[in-house]
């Protein structure tokens, strides 16, 4: 880390995405008919979502384009004052710093734009226009009810940069995955938060940047059961990329979804809270079977190598570097489902990663 750079931005946690989908009629089926998030504003361009316990204009943003992608990942800063903080950072990393009249974005009030050293276009903002929170619309809710966005995965060559990236912003690490071979010194993802959940942001290796997908959560796993249920009604089950299960890291339970576009959507519910200052981090081997599945789910191989574009400021497709460390998918295709779940000796024993 470069510890002669200015205050980073108190930043309190993610906030909303902006993707750009090809078909709106199409996206709104999947996003608003299936998912049921509310529509707070919609019109030929783009349709604003929020979940049911949101009280900001949106949590989601589709806008029309020529190509699926990925275009903004929002983080919400502690007040108006830390967009001066933030812009200050980001001058001193020397990225490129955008600020943002109020209103640049429907709902949203001024903020700073950056494309961060990962590659990735974030925005950091404060002021939102407020609207109702459907928390008691019960009449509206659903089985499937989701209640509010969870976290981004993003997809980046070296994991170990990009988390020390994150820890210059004054993210922690909840959980990682390490290679069992070489000491440990290959990282293969990393989730770090600000919010006292797991993550705001998981860390992938792979060709990046990428947006791996972004979380929803819901409050019981039931709901995300009847998700899959009401997919399967709708003969659309192809939409089902993997799950439901639960995850090792994390604990959550979740599914991961494709909508229309291919951008991948999870839904997640029943991870741990993080939010004293000594919350221990918890590291996986790569050959655990079920550090990605608890119950040892083998991960299907689209999940490792699919992945949305992201755009620059200007609105281009970011051009992808190469992972050079070994991926997981090739440390594990054959491994998952197969690898140890126990050593020997520990056969009725309980073993979860290490803590440090
Ligand atoms: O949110 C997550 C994930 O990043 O989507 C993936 C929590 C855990 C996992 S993993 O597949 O590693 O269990
Ligand atoms: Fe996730």
Redesign the pocket.
Known sequence: MNTSLPTPPDVLRCAYAELIVTDLVKSREFYVDVLGLVVTHEDDDAIYLRAFEEYLHHSLILRKGPEAAMSVMAYRVRSEAELDVAEEYYRALGVRVERMAAGHTRGIGQAVRIEDPLGFPVEFFYEAEHVERFTRRYDVHGAGAISRL??F?VVTPDVGAAREYYEGLAFKVS?D?RGGDDDNNTVY?A?MYRKPT??DV?L?GGDGPRM??I?FATHERTQILHLCDHLGALRQSDKIERGPGR????N?F?L?LLDPDGHRI?I?TH?YYTGDPDNPTLT?DVHDNQ????WGSP?VPS?YSEASNVLDLDGNVRELVHREESREADVTIGADGFSYTREPGEEKGFKVGSQV
């Open positions: 969870d976290h995965n959980e995955i993802a989730w797991v993550h998981a992938t791996h997908h979380a995850h090792g890291v994390s959550a979740y991961y999870e997640y991870d996986w550090r990605r599945d608890w991960v999940w």
